[in-house]
């Protein structure tokens, strides 16, 4: 069975661009979160996405949003960049919400903003 | 609001010694806490979990020991290995939102030989 997969790994954008990163969940796997992870920040949760609705969202400015598409793949978008978005950007994905199945994690994408 | 709180920061055991993390949560509407080990470039991998209403839970090496009263968990690893050398977050959540994890900030183990 083929894990999370996030592409692409590895993102050099400039400050005041925006970035789409995407996210591929296990197959089967409807539910599909966000997490920033930054040295200073640690894992910080972003959003959740169950069946193409948000169903939960952190603390995080509207410049970052996120869809579902009707497959279950997930994108994340961070529109007007600043220096302060570099950071490990990682998805996760789970069978069902409401329910205490684990959450697995992809690679991630290295988002750095220079 | 930190709602889960880790210590150590860091940690450096010698091969065959006993590392031990511990967790401290505020939140009592938690009621499962996973363990998470992550290597370089690479995401966070479910190591082992626990419910609330379990005191110790072991597989293999990994045992998770709860204490609900005073709001605490900790992961020992037992016999520790240099290949046990990673970042260990401890987390928690609440039943119906599962996806969403609250983390602690890590810990950083170091094994040495």
């Known amino acids: 069975k083929a894990g999370v997969t996030q592409t692409p790994r590895y993102l050099i954008k400039t400050r005041g661009q925006q970035v789409t990163l995407s996210c591929s969940p296990i197959?089967?796997?409807?539910?599909v979160s966000w997490y920033q992870q930054t040295p200073g920040q640690g894992l910080q949760f972003l959003f959740e996405?169950?069946?193409?609705?948000?169903?939960n969202k952190g603390n995080f400015p509207g410049r970052f949003s996120g869809r579902q598409f009707s497959n279950s793949r997930s994108e994340m978008n961070v529109s007007t960049l600043e220096l302060g978005d570099s950071a490990l950007y990682l998805c996760a994905s789970s069978s069902s919400q409401g329910f205490r199945t684990e959450a697995f994690f992809g690679q991630g994408t290295r988002l750095t903003v220079v | 609001q930190q709602q889960v709180k880790q210590s150590p920061q860091s940690l450096i055991v010698q091969k065959g010694g006993i590392s031990i993390i511990n967790c401290a949560y505020e939140n009592t509407a938690f009621d499962y806490f996973p363990w998470y080990q992550q290597f370089p470039g690479k995401g966070p991998a479910l190591l082992i979990a626990?419910?609330?209403?379990?005191s110790e839970k072991k597989e293999g090496r990994f045992t998770i020991s709860f204490n609900k009263s005073a709001k605490q968990f900790s992961l020992h690893i037992m016999d520790s290995q240099p290949g046990d050398s990673a970042t260990y977050f401890c987390a928690a959540f609440v039943t119906g939102t599962a996806s969403k994890l609250t983390f602690g900030t890590g810990t950083r183990l170091q094994v040495t030989l």
């Open positions: 197959s089967g796997h409807r539910s």
């Open positions: 996405y169950f069946s193409e609705t948000q169903r």
């Open positions: 626990i419910r609330p209403d379990v």
